[in-house]
């Protein structure tokens, strides 16, 4: 977890104005990778008493433009967000609930796939998705298509 002021100093150091909303979406998301710009709003709500859903999509936009926020849209599943960035990791997407843990890349450094052609592209980052069913949806204990 990082502090506010920590938090206060990322955000000068992108070129963002320091807001309550920016400071709360990052507090939010301290511990709790991978949430929905839903989960984030519930969360802001509960801290803040109240917080417009278009100023949460808002920061979480500027977030992500700067780098501070990862953005992962997993096909199917609403986008997720998540501090951890810079660094070369994938994701687990279960396919029953929809749940997402990361996986870090066995090379270490971007990009990890190299393709057979690049078509001009200078690649950058390589993403890599693996799909497959949690535990708890292995066990049958939730329900096919049920998110959490």
């Known amino acids: 977890m ?13 070129g ?6 920016r400071l709360a979406v990052l507090r939010a998301l301290d511990g709790h990778e991978h949430s929905t710009a839903d989960d984030v ?11 417009s859903v278009q100023a ?11 780098g501070l926020l990862r953005r992962l849209e997993p096909a199917g599943h609403p986008a997720r967000y ?25 090379v270490g450094e971007a990009p990890c796939l190299h393709p057979v ?3 001009g592209f200078a690649v950058e980052l390589a993403e890599v998705t693996f799909w497959g069913l949690c535990p708890r949806c292995t ?6 298509g049920t998110h959490s």
């Open 16 to 21: 963002l104005r320091v807001t309550g909303v």
């Open 56 to 66: 949460v999509y808002d920061s979480l936009h500027s977030l992500t433009a700067v």
């Open 117 to 119: 052609t690049t078509h």
């Open 139 to 144: 066990a049958g204990s939730v329900p096919a």
């Open 41 to 51: 709003v519930r969360s802001l709500r509960a801290d803040l008493g109240s917080v």
């Open 82 to 106: 998540e501090r951890r960035v810079g660094d070369n990791h994938h994701h687990m997407v279960c396919r029953g609930c929809g749940a997402v843990a990361d996986v870090d890349c066995t």
């Open 2 to 14: 990082t502090s506010t002021s920590t938090d206060e100093t990322l955000l000068r150091e992108r």
